[in-house]
Each structure stands twice: as structure tokens, then as C-alpha cells.
């Protein structure tokens, strides 16, 4: 059974830092591209940084590419997001999935930066 769980959101002052975890089970994340995704209030979810099985390339949303990264460990079969220079802006739903989204969705850690 697939699972997902997020976790390490909170709320964070404007240019703090966050690292969000993402515990994968009922998949090797070594066998695909994973990605982090976010959902802000009366938006979209959107794709913010992927990185491919083993972490030989990576792209970002032009939103937060400098400032975010995405690491892997998949020996531990989970997946981070480090996060740096937080802005209001960033205050979302995060989520972590394949690229593409394509497992169930787990239910997210919300992260909150006050200006």
C-alpha cells in the first residue's frame, strides 16, 4: 500500500528557513522521478522542484528555484525540501509525489510565513 506522509511545517518568519520530510512507503523512491508540490489557499497545486531517481538533475518552479532544494535519501526511501529566504508567498499546503503525481496523495504539511 502506497503512502505518504509529510511532515516538519510550521510557521516560520519571512527569510527563515524549513525542511519538510516526506516518509514514502509500498514504493522504492530510487525507481522514479519525486517532486514536492504546494497548494496555497484559492490555488492550484503546483509542481515546485523534482529531482530524477538518483538525484543526478533537478529543476525548480521559478518561484522558489535558489531559494528551495530537493534531497533524497533512497536508502531511506524519503524525500526533503529544504527550504531558505521564505516569503509570504510561500505559505502553502506541501506535498510530496512522483513527478507527475501519480500515487495517492498523502495529506500534506502545512507551512505558514508571517511578513
Known amino acids: 500500500q502506497v503512502q505518504l506522509v509529510e511532515s516538519g511545517g510550521g510557521l516560520v518568519p519571512s527569510g527563515g528557513s524549513l525542511t519538510l520530510s516526506c516518509v514514502v512507503s509500498g514504493f522504492p523512491i530510487s525507481d522514479t522521478s519525486m517532486g514536492w508540490y504546494r497548494e496555497a489557499p484559492g490555488m492550484q497545486r503546483e509542481l515546485i522542484g523534482r529531482?530524477?531517481?538518483?538525484?543526478?538533475?533537478?529543476d525548480y518552479a521559478d518561484s522558489v528555484r535558489g531559494r528551495f532544494r530537493v534531497v533524497r535519501d533512497n536508502a531511506g526511501n524519503r524525500l526533503y525540501l529544504q527550504m531558505g529566504h521564505l516569503k509570504p508567498e510561500d505559505t502553502a499546503v506541501y506535498y510530496c509525489?512522483?513527478?507527475?503525481?501519480?500515487?495517492?496523495w498523502g495529506q500534506g504539511t502545512q507551512v505558514t510565513v508571517s511578513s
Open positions: 509525489n512522483t513527478d507527475g503525481g501519480l500515487q495517492p
Open positions: 529531482t530524477t531517481a538518483w538525484g543526478e538533475r533537478a
